[in-house]
């Protein structure tokens, strides 16, 4: 039987009506109101990896076909599609952050923070945990900071397996820390002032450096009495949530001084709690941290801080699992804490 032929000029108007439909339809859904710059994207299939490592491995392997992973390049672009195709696999969804930034050579460049969290829980008690995605140029940047970034992408994926979550735990992948000011977080978190949900963070924990080839084993130090810093209340609390897994471990750690380092700035000259792992850059390794986390005392830290030599030749695969590990525990009890307890982590923090 012969079919019908539809004329070929119709069946162009139909097509082209369908495309300009779709768009729209993908316009209207990827824009929150509010118009805060949040995009949900379109994400590819990914096999799914289930080790930091792992996801280092494909960083790297992004580094070496793209160069680095500088804020608004298409290293960084590949790599975000990765984390994204990597959270889609672990059944979350990813939104971009966008905002624009001035670059080291004064360019106005767009780029943008990945936001992802899990379903169900409590919002306004979320936990964020953050690390920044991009590094900077000239670098494959594996342990500044694809190991942040590799790390939270393997808890991620540990916590949506671990089932469901009394608070909130909102992921991000930040954009541009390589950058003066740290644009990604502020950002972020200047959009939560103005949008009046500052209250709704309960603490915030950053990743940035934690597979140091001559690694220690660093907590920001809650105590530290540098008058320049706002140390907000309730940071001590969730130092111990690492302390404590770290002693149940017999792990030694020490601490390091946080001021003006890294994203976790914007949260807490806002008050919010804060707390990160750190594994060392190039400052020197003394001779009681080689007694205390082996390595070689006097030599740096990481002596390819912000070098091309940051690959994955150069990071230690051990203290990446250490921290993944450290980082999990974390995330599972302040996810389950709600800070109703005398125990609770949560209770000297930005919630009472
Ligand atoms: N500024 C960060 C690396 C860094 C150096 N010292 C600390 C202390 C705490 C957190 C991070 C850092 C960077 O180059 O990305
Ligand atoms: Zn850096
Ligand atoms: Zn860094």
Known sequence: MRRRRIPRTLLAIGALGIVALLTALILLAGDRPGGSGMRTEEVAPQAQVTSAYGHLEEFQALADEHGDRAAGTSGHEAAAEYVEGQLARAGYETTRQYFTVETWDEEEIETFTILAETKGGNDDNVIMLGAHLDGVPGSPAINDNASGAAALLEVARRLAQQGSVENTVRFAWWGAEEYRGFPGSSHYVEQLDEDDELETIAAYLNFDMVASPNAVVALYDARDDDSRLNVPEGSMDLMEVFTDYFDSRDQPWITTSWNYESDQVAFAETDIPVAGLFSGSNERK????????????????DPNYHQPGDDLDNVDPDTLDLMTDAITHAATRLAQDGGTQGSSALDSGAQD
């Open 286 to 301: 003394s001779s009681r941290e080689a007694r205390l986390f082996g390595g070689e005392g006097g030599a740096p830290r």
